[in-house]
């Protein structure tokens, strides 16, 4: 978890157990914390692979299903015009994934390449 994940397990421990320093600790007592971290934090939403939590995929789904059956119920919608865009299509199918940095200089850098370069 430390080697694929190390930079969301630091700021989760920050979040959830204000612990800032993991090396404090034994490693065990860490992979106790770590097994007991919600679904939508930051490691386990790494480790699953996804973009995001449970929460807001479920979220996502029920606006998409209120406007659909708002939308069904109009003349657009007999027409086959102006449908909602779904609010969960464009959570699973992101492409922008955060940017860590490990320095300042480095967050410095790439800041000014995007701004240079919009």
């Not at 404090?24 to 007991?36: D, N, T, W």
């Not at 979220?59 to 015009?81: V, Y």
């Not at 992101?94 to 919009?118: L, P, S």
Request: proline content about 3%; glycine content about 6%.
């Amino acid at each position: 978890m430390l080697g694929r994940c190390r930079n969301e397990l630091i700021c989760d421990f920050a979040e959830y157990y204000h612990i800032y320093d993991l090396k404090a600790f034994p490693i065990r007592y860490i992979a106790i914390l770590a097994a007991g971290l919600r679904e939508d934090s930051r490691t386990r939403t790494k480790l699953d692979e996804s973009k995001v939590g449970m929460t807001t995929l479920l979220l996502a789904k029920i606006a998409d299903n209120t406007s659909f059956l708002a939308w069904a119920q109009t003349e657009d919608a007999r027409k086959g015009m102006n449908k909602p865009p779904m609010i969960l299509e464009s959570l699973v199918n992101r492409d922008d994934a955060a940017q860590g940095f490990d320095t300042v200089e480095d967050f410095q850098k790439e800041y000014e390449r995007r701004i240079k370069h919009g």
